[in-house]
């Protein structure tokens, strides 16, 4: 079985200011782990993967996470954030096995403060 | 290239009616999954086609259902709506079932 723990529900920042998404997972099998955004009535946008080869991830718009197994971490973090980056981060994880259904954390909401 | 479309974009249904909801996936992705999001919640998986054969179902009751058609287009059906049916629901397509997911705008269903 697969969880993911989004270990904030809401993150307020300054615009400028690092940004700090927290997520941990739980997997039977070697994960697949990605982050997806969402803004407000908008669909689900893929900022980016993690798929068993490097642990350090860049994605779009200067976002960027990190894999650790042993603390079975994937925080998402962004140097300076921007008023436009205001939306709901969702942290996933796929088990790599033949179905491969995507299991969402609950989302954290992300509010940048001019 | 098109996205995932979704059709309708907004419905509304009286408690007890069947609804059919309509998903394209991105031309050249053979695998089709549906979610259901209600709000303030992540999505929850409910189904997973792939090459119009069902893969995988998430825990939701048999009036739940869809089939995936020979263009890989996929209908999701809900009979007998209940009020908490209430929710976005989301289609996503890749390549193969296996691979990066793209999701639509979705659709949102209220149930009154």
């Known amino acids: 079985a697969q969880s993911v723990t989004q270990l904030d529900s809401h993150v307020s920042v300054s615009e400028g200011t690092p940004v700090l998404l927290r997520c941990n997972y739980s997997?039977?099998?070697?994960?697949?782990l990605f982050w997806y955004v969402q803004h407000p009535n908008k669909g689900l946008q893929l900022l980016l993967k993690?798929?068993?080869?490097?642990?350090l991830v860049k994605g779009i718009n200067g976002f960027e996470a990190e894999f650790k197994k042993s603390e079975t971490s994937f925080h998402l973090t962004k140097p300076s954030a921007h008023m436009s980056d205001a939306a709901e981060y969702f942290c996933v994880v796929s088990e790599n096995t033949g179905r491969r259904a995507l299991t969402f954390g609950s989302g954290t909401r992300l509010q940048v403060q001019p | 290239d098109a996205g995932v479309t979704q059709s309708p974009t907004h419905l509304i249904k009286t408690r007890g009616q069947h609804v059919t909801l309509r998903c394209s996936p991105i031309s050249g992705h053979k695998s089709v999954s549906w979610y259901q999001q209600v709000l303030g919640q992540g999505p929850q998986f409910i189904f997973q086609y792939y090459e119009k054969e069902e893969r995988g179902r998430g825990n939701f009751p048999d009036r739940f259902s869809a089939r995936q058609f020979p263009n890989y287009s996929s209908e999701l059906n809900v009979n007998a709506l209940l009020l908490g049916d209430s929710a976005l629901y989301l289609c996503?397509?890749?390549?193969?079932?296996?691979?990066?997911?793209?999701f639509g705008q979705g659709t949102r269903l209220t149930v009154v």
């Open positions: 996503a397509s890749s390549f193969l079932g296996n691979t990066e997911a793209f």
């Open positions: 993690y798929t068993s080869a490097a642990t």
């Open positions: 997997s039977s099998y070697s994960p697949s």
